[in-house]
Protein backbone atom coordinates (compact mmCIF):
# COMPACT_ATOMS: atom_id res chain seq x y z
CA UNK A 1 0.00 0.00 0.00
CA UNK A 2 0.57 3.33 0.65
CA UNK A 3 3.00 5.24 3.37
CA UNK A 4 3.50 8.54 4.21
CA UNK A 5 6.04 9.47 7.01
CA UNK A 6 6.41 13.14 8.27
CA UNK A 7 9.53 14.51 10.33
CA UNK A 8 10.17 17.72 11.63
CA UNK A 9 8.19 18.85 14.19
CA UNK A 10 9.40 19.89 17.47
CA UNK A 11 9.67 22.31 20.15
CA UNK A 12 10.29 26.46 19.13
CA UNK A 13 9.98 29.76 20.44
CA UNK A 14 7.21 32.14 19.22
CA UNK A 15 9.03 34.06 16.87
CA UNK A 16 10.83 30.86 15.20
CA UNK A 17 10.73 28.28 12.08
CA UNK A 18 10.55 24.93 11.73
CA UNK A 19 10.59 23.02 8.56
CA UNK A 20 8.07 19.41 8.21
CA UNK A 21 8.75 16.72 5.91
CA UNK A 22 6.35 14.00 4.23
CA UNK A 23 7.73 10.94 2.40
CA UNK A 24 5.35 9.14 0.55
CA UNK A 25 6.54 5.20 -0.55
CA UNK A 26 4.70 2.00 -1.48
CA UNK A 27 2.62 1.46 -4.43
CA UNK A 28 2.34 4.77 -6.20
CA UNK A 29 1.08 5.62 -9.59
CA UNK A 30 0.92 9.31 -8.92
CA UNK A 31 -0.01 11.73 -6.36
CA UNK A 32 -2.62 14.67 -6.92
CA UNK A 33 -2.98 17.11 -4.14
CA UNK A 34 -0.73 16.99 -0.95
CA UNK A 35 -1.72 19.03 2.15
CA UNK A 36 -0.66 19.53 5.93
CA UNK A 37 -3.49 19.72 8.37
CA UNK A 38 -3.29 20.39 12.15
CA UNK A 39 -5.23 19.03 15.39
CA UNK A 40 -5.46 20.05 18.51
CA UNK A 41 -7.17 17.94 21.63
CA UNK A 42 -10.71 17.90 21.71
CA UNK A 43 -10.56 19.84 18.39
CA UNK A 44 -11.16 18.52 14.55
CA UNK A 45 -8.78 18.27 12.13
CA UNK A 46 -7.95 21.61 10.21
CA UNK A 47 -6.76 22.05 6.93
CA UNK A 48 -3.38 24.17 6.77
CA UNK A 49 -2.21 24.12 3.20
CA UNK A 50 -2.34 22.41 -0.33
CA UNK A 51 -0.56 22.04 -3.10
CA UNK A 52 -1.26 20.26 -6.37
CA UNK A 53 0.77 18.72 -8.42
CA UNK A 54 1.51 21.76 -10.88
CA UNK A 55 2.17 23.39 -8.07
CA UNK A 56 -0.77 25.29 -7.08
CA UNK A 57 -1.19 26.44 -3.41
CA UNK A 58 -3.62 27.49 -1.51
CA UNK A 59 -3.71 28.22 2.63
CA UNK A 60 -5.60 28.84 5.41
CA UNK A 61 -5.71 32.95 6.68
CA UNK A 62 -3.91 32.30 9.78
CA UNK A 63 -1.12 30.90 8.40
CA UNK A 64 -0.60 33.27 5.09
CA UNK A 65 1.98 34.84 4.36
CA UNK A 66 3.49 32.75 7.23
CA UNK A 67 3.96 28.49 6.46
CA UNK A 68 4.99 27.70 2.57
CA UNK A 69 4.24 24.62 1.24
CA UNK A 70 6.04 23.32 -1.54
CA UNK A 71 6.79 19.89 -3.30
CA UNK A 72 8.51 17.70 -5.24
CA UNK A 73 6.96 15.59 -7.64
CA UNK A 74 9.70 13.19 -8.26
CA UNK A 75 10.90 12.48 -5.04
CA UNK A 76 6.86 11.89 -3.89
CA UNK A 77 7.66 14.62 -1.32
CA UNK A 78 5.53 17.29 0.39
CA UNK A 79 7.15 20.09 2.69
CA UNK A 80 5.55 23.14 5.03
CA UNK A 81 7.93 25.47 5.45
CA UNK A 82 6.38 27.41 9.01
CA UNK A 83 7.81 30.98 10.27
CA UNK A 84 6.38 33.78 12.52
CA UNK A 85 5.34 30.80 14.74
CA UNK A 86 2.94 31.39 17.61
CA UNK A 87 1.46 29.26 20.12
CA UNK A 88 -1.58 29.16 18.13
CA UNK A 89 0.17 27.25 16.18
CA UNK A 90 0.99 24.44 18.64
CA UNK A 91 -0.43 20.98 17.19
CA UNK A 92 -0.57 17.59 16.19
CA UNK A 93 0.35 17.88 12.26
CA UNK A 94 -0.58 15.69 9.14
CA UNK A 95 0.19 15.40 5.94
CA UNK A 96 -2.57 14.01 3.45
CA UNK A 97 -1.97 12.39 -0.14
CA UNK A 98 -4.49 12.23 -2.60
CA UNK A 99 -3.07 9.03 -4.26
CA UNK A 100 -2.99 6.80 -7.28
CA UNK A 101 -2.06 3.42 -6.39
CA UNK A 102 -1.85 0.73 -9.31
CA UNK A 103 -2.22 -2.40 -7.66
CA UNK A 104 -5.41 -2.14 -6.77
CA UNK A 105 -6.09 0.38 -9.23
CA UNK A 106 -7.67 2.99 -6.83
CA UNK A 107 -7.67 5.91 -5.79
CA UNK A 108 -8.06 7.53 -2.00
CA UNK A 109 -6.34 9.49 0.07
CA UNK A 110 -3.60 8.55 2.57
CA UNK A 111 -2.46 10.25 6.16
CA UNK A 112 0.79 10.08 8.01
CA UNK A 113 1.07 9.96 11.35
CA UNK A 114 1.34 13.67 12.55
CA UNK A 115 4.23 15.36 14.17
CA UNK A 116 3.98 17.36 16.91
CA UNK A 117 4.88 21.01 16.81
CA UNK A 118 4.89 23.32 20.14
CA UNK A 119 5.43 26.92 20.12
CA UNK A 120 6.00 28.08 23.59
CA UNK A 121 8.96 30.02 25.49
Known amino acids: QVQLVESGGGLVQPGGSLRLSCAASGNIFNIYDMGWYRQTPGAQRDLVATTTSGGSTTYVDSVQGRFTISRDNAKNTASLQMSSLKAEDTAVYYC???????????????WGQGTQVTVSS
Open 96 to 110: NADVQTIIPMRRRGY
